[in-house]
């Protein structure tokens, strides 16, 4: 169903892949957009048991997108060095396959909380829950689970 990688030299292993899924903050969500256009669009995350966990607004071309096609890819950046004398630029970057779900309120929550943990790990639990609480009805929270991912 997946491709392999062209270039399997290059080819990073699984424990690689991830290290640069926990390691990073953004990425890039691809979906099927509207009237066939792909829509590519940049998403914080984090990475937790095979699954890579997003937040968004409630109503948006991602969510229409979404409910009208699951499938995506998600691609991370970990390394982009460019070789002038090569003309070539070295990456290092992972692209996960899968279906995205939305997850129901109690693992939402959860997940949300792991988002903000990543992203303000100097707040308090206490103030990172009130700033979930002040946003928490306009938030929908959503998976991608991992069915093939590859690394180079």
């Not at 699954?51 to 409630?58: D, T």
């Amino acid at each position: 169903m997946f491709r392999a990688m062209r270039r399997i030299r290059q080819q990073l292993d699984e424990k690689e892949c991830m290290r640069i899924l926990e390691n990073n903050t953004h990425g890039v969500l691809a979906l099927s957009g509207d009237d066939g256009y792909p829509y590519a669009v940049p998403l914080s995350y984090v990475y937790s048991d095979g699954r890579i966990i997003f937040h968004s607004a409630r109503k948006g071309h991602k969510i229409d997108s979404i409910n009208r096609n699951a499938k995506a890819s998600f691609c991370v950046v970990d390394r982009d060095d460019v070789i002038p004398e090569e003309y070539t630029t070295a990456f290092m970057s992972v692209i996960a396959f899968g279906k995205i779900s939305f997850l129901n309120d109690g693992d939402a929550r959860n997940a949300i909380r792991a988002l903000a943990e990543k992203y303000h790990p100097l707040d308090s639990p206490e103030g990172r829950e009130r700033a979930i609480d002040d946003e928490w009805n306009g938030v929908s929270v959503f998976a991608l689970d991992i069915e093939h991912i590859t690394g180079k």
